[in-house]
């Protein structure tokens, strides 16, 4: 079985109506042949990744990637037991260094996981107010634009950015069937140059100072980047603001857990160091590559 036909026959139930169990944790979330990846399976899963899933609405995407990859997993390891690969010598040395690494790396976690109640809630204030400039949020632009490429003709494309800024700015112009006709970029123009909402720092830096100075339904001036000429039409615009502590609160927790870990790993491994020196014989070392 090769891996374009392990990849027709993968089914997946995420968001489906799929009959399960009484316990939720037996409802069956995808299949592959025989093979079936349960819920509660597939929260394991998400939880050695670090995917959260409480109030995640972004996780659908991740969960799915999760469950396919499982079942490919699965399906890869039936084949390799058919052809008895564990037996291979190579393959039994590399076995024993991998659960070597999955002891290490479950002692390290256990050793420097923080302790349950961390950061408590005056902890996670205290850090938010220290560092509100990290919770702004930048300010955001609906933006359409007419691109046009300066690879062959930069002096033509520079001409027709200025005919077809000054012909946007006309009286009851149709900017969208412009961008439509004339943009060099196929996505946005297939959308009448509609890029939809980008932050300022998704912008291109020569686009955003243009932007900051105009009002909603304005055209900008032509704009040089360094691969072509832009035609700017704002909008919309959000300006930046100050997200608020209930906005930022989980995920700054996650943040201050992750770095006392780091942390706390830092320490036992010096520790360990101080209590047993390391020596490294270099000229042995460099012996070895001679």
């Known amino acids: 079985m090769n891996i374009k036909q392990i990849g027709c026959i993968v089914c997946l139930a995420i968001g489906g109506q799929w009959a399960y169990a009484a316990d939720s944790g037996d409802e069956i979330i995808a299949k592959m042949g025989a093979f079936e990846l349960k819920r509660g399976e597939v929260k394991k899963l998400a939880e050695a990744q670090g995917i959260v899933l409480k109030g995640n ?9 999760l469950a396919r990859a499982e079942l490919m997993r699965h399906a890869v390891l039936v084949e390799a037991k ?3 690969w564990e037996k291979k010598p190579e393959v039994q040395q590399q076995i024993e260094r991998a659960k070597d690494q999955v002891v290490v790396a479950s002692y390290m976690n256990h050793t420097a996981r923080p302790p349950a109640n961390y950061p408590t809630e005056q902890e996670l204030k205290q850090a938010y107010e220290a560092n509100k400039a990290m919770f702004t949020a930048p300010a955001q632009y609906r933006v359409a634009q ?6 062959k003709d930069a002096a033509k494309a520079e001409r027709q950015a200025e005919e077809l800024t000054r012909r946007a700015r006309e009286k009851g112009a149709d900017f969208a069937e412009l961008a439509r006709k004339n943009s060099a970029h196929p996505e946005s123009a297939a959308k009448g140059g509609d890029m ?3 932050a300022e720092d998704q912008l291109l ?3 955003r100072p243009a932007l900051r100075n105009l009002l909603a339904g304005e055209i900008a001036k032509p704009v ?5 000429w832009h035609v700017l039409k704002l909008a919309e615009r959000k300006e930046s603001a100050q997200r608020s502590f209930a906005e930022v609160k989980d ?4 943040l201050m857990r992750l770095r006392l870990a780091e942390q706390n790993e830092r320490e036992y491994m010096n520790k360990l ?8 014989n270099e000229i042995a070392l460099a012996n070895m590559i001679e």
């Open 57 to 65: 609405k972004q996780a659908a995407l991740a969960l799915e990637q």
């Open 146 to 151: 007419i691109y046009l490429a300066t690879d």
């Open 251 to 254: 995920s700054l927790a996650q």
């Open 273 to 280: 160091i101080a209590q047993s020196p390391v020596s490294v």
């Open 82 to 84: 058919k052809a008895q």
């Open 196 to 198: 939809g909402w980008l």
């Open 224 to 228: 040089k980047s360094a691969n072509g």
């Open 205 to 207: 830096p020569e686009l």
